[in-house]
């Protein structure tokens, strides 16, 4: 045999396999994960959306957020402000771009292909693949350090561990076991589809919710109420440059912004939905909810602590450490301490297996359709983590630390597009046969690319991006203007260009390319009720084995 023949051997046997009775064939533009789900898939109730957004808000990060908004010299009620004001937002522009995956069932990575053309509809894609790999990687840093603290609970002396890394090596040997320990663990769950997450959510939300309220409490009873550190007032610095309301601004801007790329591929998670209705109570209930009360809770924490260890500790594996007297207090100490690291551990880790890796893995499969699906998708970005090697990013770089927070910049006027085009140019009409091919595709546009989104998205960049490289090189008199714009970068990218992109679009109409989508359930993808809804004749189950031919929209398709 050949080596042409070998190749050719081999490329058939890592191609992915599809049932293609279930429409589930693969190609340059599909696979089993990409198609538009059907009802049989579609497994989540409300309480999967409580849990996805409830492992978002059980988090270290969440956790520490006040303390941003305080050491900008703001009161503990406007801390609070920006937190539910935020958290609003967040649940709420989550629904708008989610919405077209609860409607047509399909995900960020073909949804993009309407707006940006079949080509095009990489740019996007590629901006998210970047943001997975590397917040995967800090995710994994993060949870390392849980599980260090868990070892030292078990064996004190691991705290005491010697360092044999050389000086030119930006961590400890305390810190990489713990990282290593966290990403082997973590591995076993790349292997649990979607469709199945309910009972780790489930096991995130009770563990890590009792752990934080016990923390609380035992907090509140050790110390005998708050510290001073609840009563802060406002506390500009003098001369500062922005007034208390610029400020609350900016908090908001970093609040929505820090989970911009998760609203951004709501669409991955929202079609796997039972029913609308299951995602926006979930959504809304957890979201705003959970994610404020976590925030209460730390603030709470972290005041009555003060008044025990008479220091402020906004980091949770410091707090920890402390409490346990880095592994030399009492056992029942230890235990404590194991309970409560180990809860914020295991959070850490399925958010990231949920929120970096799975969307990682549907992402590339979005690239490669023909190799990769969620679950190979999703060991690639996990292995990636290191290639990223986070503890340079995070020991050296935390000027990088702050552009991942502030990519708003970029994934907002992504996002205005995105619903410009739905609910305004498309009116929530899509043709789900056209996203799965190149020839004769409305959304091919111009060779696979729709040129009206790509100025509609730099207008949205351009205002803000000044004040993102300002802040970023930490400039010591930036101008006044940039900065405020940039404290405005979500909703200014936002609404910048979706305005524009209906304007082109108004000014340069696309042909044939709106208002369109299939007379009949092509995939199988809805009920009865749904077809009903969106204007489509359901196949019914007898005529799905048929080989009759029907006529949709000018074209035959077999059913």
Known sequence: MGIKHRLAAIDRKIQLKGNIAQHEQTDAWSNRDLIPLPPSR??????????????????????????????????????????????????????LIAWCGLEWHIGFTVQNRYSWGMRASYFPLLQRILLNFIWNAVQCWNGGRL????????????ARIPNTFGPNMPTTTYEFVGFVI?????????????????????????????????????????????????????????????????????????????????????????????????YVIGTITSCVITGTLVC????????????????????????????????????????GVFFLSAGFAFTAMFENICGNTIAGGIDLAGLFPRYIDIRRGAIITFVAAWVVQPWQLINRATTFIAVLSSFSVFLAPIMGIMACDYYLLRKRKVRLSHLYRTHDSIYFFWHGVNWRAIPAWMCGVAPTLGGLIVTVRMDPDPPRALIQLYYMAFLIGFFISAVVFYVLNFAFPPKDAMDQYDEFDVYGTFTAKEARRVGVVPIEDERLGSEENVIVNGEETKL
């Open 42 to 95: 579609r497994t989540w109730g409300w309480f999967n959306y409580f849990g996805f957004w409830a492992i978002s808000s059980l988090n270290i990060a969440n956790w520490q957020t006040p303390s941003s908004f305080l050491t900008m010299g703001l009161s503990v009620r406007q801390a609070m402000l920006i937190i539910v004001v935020g958290r609003i937002i967040i649940a709420l522009f989550s629904a």
């Open 147 to 158: 599980i260090a603290v868990c070892i030292t609970c078990i064996w004190p002396s691991f």
């Open 182 to 278: 966290f990403w082997f663990l973590s591995t076993p769950f790349l292997w649990l589809r979607p469709e199945k997450f309910k009972l780790p959510f489930q096991i995130v939300c009770i563990w890590c919710g009792v752990g934080m309220l016990s923390w609380m409490i035992w907090g509140l009873a050790v110390a005998g109420g708050v510290g001073p550190l609840w009563n802060t007032g406002q506390q500009l610095p003098e001369g500062s440059k922005f007034s208390a309301s610029w400020l609350i601004m900016a908090g908001i801007n970093q609040t929505v912004g820090g989970l911009a790329a998760g609203i951004t591929n709501g669409s991955d998670f929202s079609r796997y939905a039972k029913a609308r209705r299951s």
């Open 296 to 335: 209460l809770v730390g603030l709470v924490t972290a005041a009555s602590c003060q008044k025990i260890y008479g220091e402020v500790y906004w980091n949770p594996p410091d707090l920890l450490m402390v409490m346990m007297d880095s592994g030399n207090g009492s056992s029942k100490a230890r235990a």
